[in-house]
């Protein structure tokens, strides 16, 4: 999604050939210990209520956070200041420290500090509960229907390879996700293994890229390299 994000870029993702789906995992909507709000519908109502003066934290312009946070913004009717940072461990920091009210964070980094009680953790991003957190609902659920964010990671191969090798390199890849060795690392890490073909990585980058070209626009989100 680079090429929607830049006015000038040197490649288009899209001319790049799927092959394979490797893990996923859900975002979180993270927040300060003494953040007033309880739920996603209590934040919605408090940044309404302040006028534009809610924090967020990103990992950086157009991280996965930034744009979940555009998404928010749009969705609930919101405004935010947005306050980015160079990586996630700063951000952390600063919610922890108090200093910021909000992060679209990993489950891998936020479930550990919020059992720590270092930070609350109000609503799952994915469209799915997770068993990490089975009794906190997601982000559509507790009020902002359609909402969707996670971290994915997948495979592509040069524009123009041939449809043969990307099949035989997906087949390899799928079988290497299903030893229980590759599974159980993944699970240590809260990642779920992401299993399909080529065609399925293709509808995946699709509904992503359909998705966040909405966000960038609604937004009027544009960066300089």
Known sequence: MADLLYREISYRPAQFAPVSLLAKIANVLVVRRAFPARTVQELVAYAK????????????AGSTAHLS???LEMRAGIK???????????ALND???GHIDMFFDTLTTSVPLHQADKVRILAVAGTER???LPDIPTIAEAGVPGFRSITWFAMAAPPNTPVALTSRINRDVVEILQIPQV???LR?????????TPG????????ETQLWAGVIKEANMTLQQ
Do not use: C, N, W
Not at 51 to 60: C, E, V, W, Y
Not at 200 to 207: L, Q
């Open 49 to 60: 209520a302040t006028q534009g003066k809610l924090t967020f934290a990103s990992q950086g």
């Open 69 to 71: 946070g555009a998404q």
């Open 80 to 90: 935010m200041v947005h306050v980015p940072y160079r990586g996630s461990a700063p």
């Open 95 to 97: 919610i922890i420290a």
């Open 130 to 132: 997770t068993a990490a």
């Open 183 to 185: 599974q159980s690392k």
């Open 188 to 196: 240590d890490l809260r990642l779920d293994a992401m299993i399909g």
């Open 200 to 207: 399925d990585a293709t509808r995946f980058f699709m509904e």
